[in-house]
């Protein structure tokens, strides 16, 4: 009986490192990519300054790039909450399993002690 709930809650454990694994890459990928974005952005606007010769316009850097952030987070996060819904399952069911091995537990507890 403890045996099955230990290898229930190992199982479970396991679950929920991998998907934490998974998540962390996927932010890792996400915000790299954003950064790159972003970075992008503002080398464009001060090449097109530099080619034209015109002196570096740093309140349209900073507004291109702040604009080019502002949409950046936008579409990470509902790229994340579109690919959070497998992550987010998992905890649940763990915790329902929890909850039904705790049943037991007492269960087992009353009738040992009776």
Same mark, same amino acid.
């Given at each position: 009986m403890l045996w099955n709930l230990l290898k229930q809650q190992l199982r479970a454990r396991e679950a929920s490192a991998d998907a934490q694994r998974r998540s962390v890459s996927l932010q890792i990928a996400l915000w790299t990519l954003w950064t790159l974005c972003v970075a992008v952005v503002g080398y464009i606007n001060w090449h097109a300054?530099?080619? &034209?010769q015109r002196q570096v316009n740093l309140l349209g850097l900073v507004i291109h790039c702040v604009l080019a952030g502002l949409i950046g987070l936008i579409v990470l996060t509902?790229?994340?909450?579109?690919?959070?819904?497998?992550?987010?399952?998992?905890?649940? &069911?763990?915790?329902?399993?929890?909850?039904s091995n705790n049943a037991e537990l007492h269960a087992a507890r009353r009738y040992s002690f009776s």
């Open positions: 300054d530099f080619v &034209a509902k790229i994340e909450m579109w690919r959070g819904s497998w992550i987010s399952a998992i905890p649940s &069911a763990t915790q329902r399993t929890c909850r």
